[in-house]
């Protein structure tokens, strides 16, 4: 089975530019939440969403949106990108909205903003 | 005081030693505990997870985890130069939506 895919995979963008990363899921899950990785940090929540609706959002600018689509893929889109934008962006994959809540993430996206 | 906090590394270790990570977390309605791999460059990989105090063993790997003391941790047992890596523990506090709180990592180095 195919795991976690997400694209593209490395993004050079400049300041003030918008983005759009992408993310498909494990097939027969529903469940996706998008996380930031720094260097030399621990990734960072951003969002969950499950069933195409937002289901928690973590500490960040509303320059950060994201959505679901009805095959339980999603996009993370980042507006008037920042230097500190920069990071490594990860997607995460779940069977369902809690249960054990056991998450997979994909290779990642690799965002540089110039 | 930080959410969830790892021991500081890096943490270097013989080729075929029990290498131990440990971490701690503040939030006593956490329910679930995970330990992800990550590669230099790459996204983390998960390889342990754990809901009940006690042990749970994994080929090499054993996770212990003491709600009581709000602590968790990760044995590797027979350390390979291959897990030479930065490990990530993850706490999951169990309400309505699905946010995984990761500490900062521990580097592990295993040298031959």
């Known amino acids: 089975d195919a795991g976690v895919t997400q694209s593209p995979t490395h993004l050079i963008k400049t300041r003030g530019q918008h983005v759009t990363l992408r993310c498909s899921p494990i097939?027969?899950?529903?469940?996706v939440s998008w996380y930031q990785q720094v260097l030399g940090q621990g990734p960072q929540f951003i969002f969950q969403?499950?069933?195409?609706?937002?289901?928690g959002r973590g500490n960040f600018p509303d320059r950060f949106s994201a959505r679901q689509f009805p095959n339980y893929s999603s996009e993370l889109n980042v507006n008037a990108l920042l230097l500190g934008d920069s990071a490594l962006y990860l997607c995460?994959?779940?069977?369902?909205?809690?249960?054990?809540?056991?998450?997979?993430f994909g290779p990642g996206t690799r965002l540089t903003v110039l | 005081q930080k959410e969830v906090e790892q021991n500081s590394g890096p943490l270097s270790v013989p080729e075929g030693a029990i290498a131990s990570l440990n971490c701690t977390y503040s939030?006593?309605?956490?329910?679930?505990f995970f330990w992800y791999r990550q590669y230099s460059g790459k996204s983390p990989e998960l390889i342990m997870s754990?809901?009940?105090?006690g042990d749970k063993e994994d080929g090499r790997f054993t996770a212990q985890l003491n709600k009581a003391s709000q602590y968790v941790s990760l044995l590797i047992r027979d350390s390979q130069p291959s897990d030479s890596a930065t490990y990530l523990c993850?706490?999951?506090?169990?309400?309505?939506?699905?946010?995984?709180?990761f500490g900062q990592g521990t580097i592990l180095t295993v040298h031959p």
């Open positions: 754990i809901y009940s105090n």
């Open positions: 969403y499950y069933e195409k609706e937002e289901r």
């Open positions: 995460a994959s779940s069977i369902g909205q809690i249960s054990y809540n056991e998450q997979f």
């Open positions: 097939s027969g899950h529903k469940s």
């Open positions: 939030d006593r309605g956490s329910q679930s």
């Open positions: 993850a706490v999951f506090r169990g309400t309505s939506y699905g946010k995984l709180t």
